[in-house]
């Protein structure tokens, strides 16, 4: 298998419009968590045109909600949640600034339409491995939505973080890719 | 009569909650093994190493597999000759589940309400499903279930005409409609007769099988060959990626049913089948 590439984030559009479906890519910098109580929040400031908590254009959001750190600990595990009930907010996310998604599951049409007008990309990092991710996380810190507990938005500091992109910018779609080479029905 | 008291139940249910979450069992940890050996696809292979590695960090270091530690579904089989001093069953077990879950780190992802949605704080209360049984035992199975194999999975009340190949088919397209969702390499219950929400119930309860274990009812064995074969045909694989590697294992619960009904449930359980039990 190739090699990957290594990106920091915030990402640019030129960064986005390199990378392909099938990608490896190791992100460092900083990566944003929400999921689906923090999305609806963000969606609504974002439908009244009110400003966000934290500023996440060129940013990258990554769909968690970790278990809490155990003692001496940065952060407990933290593997990805299913993008897709994301969906219904994310197309005007992107349209605000947002350059990457890391999560697990297919996007809607509406997503990646929203990602190719926009130029934004989509990670996958492995469902499940909550444990082995959580070690290239080297700082978290809750930074909007405390009150959410486990749903909060963190602010986390990533080293060499894993991801394979699902979809790029020119609508291929890995896991459509996967299945079809590997179907026997 | 035997008398247990609430305490101790809580005192082991908190114990099942961790152990369950940072625990793999061995019977699933062999079949990611033989799994890794027979996947055909390089990305499937990596993702398997990756969920082996993951397993291992785990367990050695004491903490949850994955992030999603999941709601408690608790099964009690309660020997008919037992007494509980001391306190409710079912308030021993939430009493349980929340020293579990806040004494092991795991993350407390239960919602008061499903409409209102906030968050009770303390992971309670528990999914509770008691049984009687003969006897003075009593048997606490915690099961820790996650959203994302649970959101895949789905019941359909077919006609009885659709006979086995209705099954069959409800079975291979809410695999394929989940996709990489629930975190394949995933194990399939079904649960097929009884009621609507007994066929649920058989589904969630057919989860709880050792994996290489089989109905002991030839034709149900039968059947949940076949229906591996069939989910491994869709080529889903490891993470959804692509691959052969799609289940590993399909489980089939039966219960008889209305002349005019033929109920069928799927659950999906990721890989990660998190389960721990205990006999009081």
Redesign the interface.
Same mark, same amino acid.
Do not use: F
């Given at each position: 298998?190739t090699e990957a590439i290594t990106l920091q984030t915030p990402l640019s559009d030129g960064d986005v419009e390199k990378l392909h479906a099938g990608n490896r890519v190791l992100l460092n910098g900083v990566l944003y968590t929400a999921r689906d109580?923090a999305h609806k929040r963000l969606h609504e400031l974002l439908q009244a045109g009110k400003p966000l908590p934290v500023d996440l254009r060129g940013q990258v959001i990554y769909y968690?909600?970790?278990?809490?750190?155990?003692p001496g600990r940065v952060i407990?595990?933290?593997?990805p949640?299913?993008s897709?009930r994301m969906d219904v907010y994310t197309p005007a996310l992107i349209a605000y600034g947002l350059k990457g998604m890391i999560g697990?599951?297919?996007r809607s049409q509406d997503v990646l339409d929203a990602m190719k007008h926009y130029k934004a990309v989509y990670f996958?990092a492995?469902?499940?491995?909550?444990?082995?991710l959580?070690?290239r996380i080297k700082k978290a810190e809750i930074v909007a939505y405390e009150d959410?507990?486990?749903?909060a938005i963190y602010r986390l500091e990533v080293e060499d973080f894993p991801v394979?992109v699902i979809n790029d910018v020119r609508g291929r779609d890995?896991?459509a890719?996967?299945?079809?080479?590997?179907?026997?029905? | 009569m035997r008398e247990i008291k609430a305490s101790d139940i809580t005192a082991v249910v908190a114990e099942l909650c961790m152990r369950a979450n940072y625990e793999l069992g061995d019977d699933v940890h062999d079949a990611l093994e033989d799994a890794l050996a027979r996947e055909?696809?390089?990305?499937g292979k990596?993702?398997l190493s990756?969920?082996l590695?993951?397993a291992e960090?785990?367990r050695s270091?004491q903490?949850?597999?994955?992030?999603?530690?999941g709601v408690a579904v608790v099964f009690a089989e309660l020997g008919q000759d037992v007494h509980i001093t001391g306190g409710s069953l079912s308030e021993a077990i939430n009493t349980g589940v929340a020293k579990g879950y806040s004494e092991g780190?795991?993350?407390?992802?239960v919602v008061g309400h499903p409409l209102e949605?906030k968050?009770t704080?303390d992971n309670t209360p528990a999914v509770i499903y008691t049984e009687t049984v003969p006897g003075d035992r009593l048997k606490i199975t915690v099961a820790a279930k996650g #959203? &994302?194999g649970e959101?895949m999975s789905g019941i359909s009340m077919l006609k009885p005409s659709d006979g086995a190949e209705g099954v069959k088919r409800f079975v291979?397209e809410t695999v394929k409609a989940a996709?990489?969702?629930p975190?394949p390499p995933i194990i399939v219950g079904v649960g097929i007769g009884g009621a609507m929400e007994k066929a649920a119930l058989l589904a969630k309860k057919a989860l709880l099988r050792r994996i290489g274990e089989h109905n002991a009812n030839p034709a149900d064995a039968e059947l949940e060959r076949e229906l591996l074969r069939?989910v491994n045909?869709?080529?889903?694989?490891p #993470? &959804?990626?692509?691959?052969?590697m799609t289940a590993l294992a399909v489980n089939v619960e039966t219960y008889p049913c209305h002349i005019g009904s033929l109920p069928v449930a799927v659950n999906i359980q990721?890989?990660?089948a998190r389960y721990k039990e205990v006999m009081l």
């Open positions: 298998m109580a968690t909600g970790p278990t809490p750190a155990k407990g595990s933290a593997g949640t299913t897709g697990k599951g297919p996958g492995t469902g499940g491995a909550g444990a082995l959580a070690r959410l507990g486990p749903e394979i890995l896991y890719e996967g299945v079809r080479a590997y179907a026997k029905t | 055909e696809s390089p990305l990596d993702v990756q969920l590695e993951n960090i785990a270091e903490v949850p597999m994955c992030q999603d530690t780190y795991l993350r407390k992802s949605r968050n704080g #959203a &994302g959101n291979v996709g990489a969702n975190c069939l045909d869709t080529g889903i694989g #993470a &959804g990626l692509g691959g052969r990721c890989h990660a």
